[in-house]
């Protein structure tokens, strides 16, 4: 209890899934959470939940992959909260094609989202942190940013990307006294796969309606997929000063699935 006293987060695509999971473990920690997400009824869902249980949170809307609309979630959070300390990176999404049949569209949905949406905010979360000459950027990778998967080309080389920024970041704003850092989870059991699970059925991938998920982790040493609260410590440990020291690294926190 009490490890982000003081500290002012945001996490974007906080309505669900593994942000809305931190989103309330952080406030649950002390800190001041921006709930940020595209469903604005989905983050107000969230803070409503925080704020009940005692914690502090504020919602915020957003499309990622708009800039005017990411710097004025920014501005509306920092105007309550009074700062931006630690900036989670969490939005994205997925749509698996087949290797052959991805299309352009296909594309530059995810890219935009998972790649230029992280860039938008590294820049517009470190320009409010520059000021304060201290700061923490959290990005979310994936383990489809270590090895490609045919049928999610476009979505793995958005997390390729992430791990990219990631290390950019980290030397870019070393000066400043901002860290920036990504996690790298596998299969968490999240609406993303609720819609995975339909397509890649569909794509002839998986046995039934709803058993790609459990498929595509069969390989998972620690025997399950995860829950969004299994990945929750990693996530106030890289937004805590227990990680000062720590910048430009993607932590894998996939149960084992992917061994480096």
Not at 6 to 31: D, N, P, Q
Not at 247 to 254: A, C, E, N, P
């Amino acid at each position: 209890m009490g490890r982000l006293t003081g500290k002012s987060v945001i996490i974007s695509g906080a309505g669900s899934g593994i942000g809305r999971g931190f989103a309330h473990a952080l406030a649950t920690e002390g800190a001041k959470v921006g709930v940020l997400d595209l469903n604005e009824s989905a983050a107000q869902t969230v803070v409503d939940a925080i704020n009940k249980s005692g914690g502090s949170a504020i919602s915020l809307q957003a499309n990622v992959a708009k800039r005017a609309e990411v710097k004025a979630a920014f501005e509306k959070f920092v105007a309550w909260a009074g700062k931006l300390d630690v900036l989670f990176n969490n939005a994205g999404f997925n749509k698996p094609m087949p290797l052959l049949e991805v299309t352009e569209d296909n594309w530059h949905a995810i890219m935009d989202v998972n790649g230029l949406g992280v860039l938008i905010g590294i820049q517009e979360g470190a320009k409010l942190m520059i000021p304060n000459k201290s700061g923490k950027i959290i990005n979310t990778a994936s383990i489809a940013g270590r090895q490609g998967y045919p049928s999610f080309a476009p979505y793995c080389a958005s997390k390729f990307a992430v791990n990219a920024l990631t290390q950019a970041g980290a030397r870019g704003l070393a000066e400043h006294n901002i860290t920036v850092n990504s996690f790298a989870p596998g299969v968490v059991a999240t609406p993303l796969w609720d819609g995975l699970n339909k397509d890649l059925y569909a794509m002839g991938e998986a046995k039934t309606p709803d058993s790609a998920m459990d498929e595509f982790g069969a390989g998972i040493l620690k025997g399950h997929a995860a829950a969004p609260e299994e990945l929750a410590g990693t996530a106030v440990f890289l937004a805590s000063s227990d990680s000062d020291y720590m910048t430009g690294q993607t932590i894998m926190i996939d149960g084992g699935m992917v061994l480096l």
